[in-house]
């Protein structure tokens, strides 16, 4: 008797689990879907204004428009090398969420739409300011020059041969300095275009590198907005 009331006993509380676990999973379906592990969202001054930063809340949500689409005539629509030089970080959304909430909440850092103009407009990453890919990749114009001290970088004026040979022998610091400009005190930057097909971003960090600032200060968001959308997470439209 005692063995048979043991395996009754055992299956019901098999049973009783099993009904257990599937409420949890019914009532897991239910929760909020979330940044990333248990955060459910985050907020970004975009525009002087707060914008709160989650993923669309419907499970059921399918990507749809342009970015959506899976294939574009390459050239120019062709996907990029996962790395756009040895020194730039390449980051991906998890990542972009902890600098918007420490370097670019800070002040510290700068989130880029490399984008031009017109794809800006469309709709962009909350938080973010457009300088084109078109103005960071001509160096020495104006535009760019204006742009470089936005970014924190400073001119050098006429560099004198004594103090070149100093920061040369290393008796004077020269890192993260050039003939033209001192980025010693320059922001974190995180650039961004259209997504792995869009070249625009790349090219805008090469030409931020071509002019000397540290590779190290420099972040790929290679996923851009097409992973963003992907994501269902917040974009917002400028003026709006």
């Known amino acids: ?49 707060s914008v709160k930063v989650q993923r669309v809340q419907d499970p059921e949500y399918v990507l749809k428009g342009y970015y959506a689409k899976t294939a574009r005539k390459c050239p120019p629509f062709c996907l990029q090398p996962m790395t756009v030089d040895p020194g730039v970080a390449t980051i991906g959304e998890v990542e972009l969420f902890e ?19 017109e794809w800006h407009q469309r709709g962009t990453i909350p ?14 114009s104006a535009e760019n020059d204006a742009a470089l001290k936005r970014f924190g970088g400073k001119p050098r004026g006429d560099v004198g041969a004594i103090s070149r040979k100093l920061e040369e022998m290393g008796i004077i610091g020269s890192e993260n300095k050039t003939d033209k400009w001192d980025f010693s005190s320059a922001k974190e930057l995180v650039l ?31 996923g851009g907005m097409q992973l963003w959308q992907l994501w ?9």
């Not at 790349?202 to 030409?207: F, L, V």
């Not at 269902?232 to 709006?240: A, F, K, S």
């Open 1 to 49: 008797m005692n063995r048979f009331y043991l395996g009754t006993l055992a299956l019901l509380i098999c049973f009783f689990s099993f009904h257990v676990q599937a409420d949890e999973l019914k009532v897991g379906e239910k929760m909020a879907v979330k940044l990333a592990g248990d955060k459910p969202f985050l907020h970004v001054i975009h525009e002087g204004r």
């Open 99 to 117: 600098f918007m909430e420490t370097k670019l909440r800070d002040d510290k850092g700068l989130l880029i739409d490399a984008r031009t103009e």
């Open 127 to 140: 938080g973010s300011i457009n300088i084109p890919f078109t103005v960071l990749s001509k160096a020495g």
């Open 192 to 222: 961004w275009c259209n997504g792995p097909e869009c070249g625009q971003s790349p090219r805008a960090i090469k030409g931020l590198l071509g002019v000397g600032y540290p590779a190290d200060k420099i972040y790929y968001y290679r």
């Open 232 to 240: 269902g997470l917040t974009t917002v439209v400028p003026g709006e």
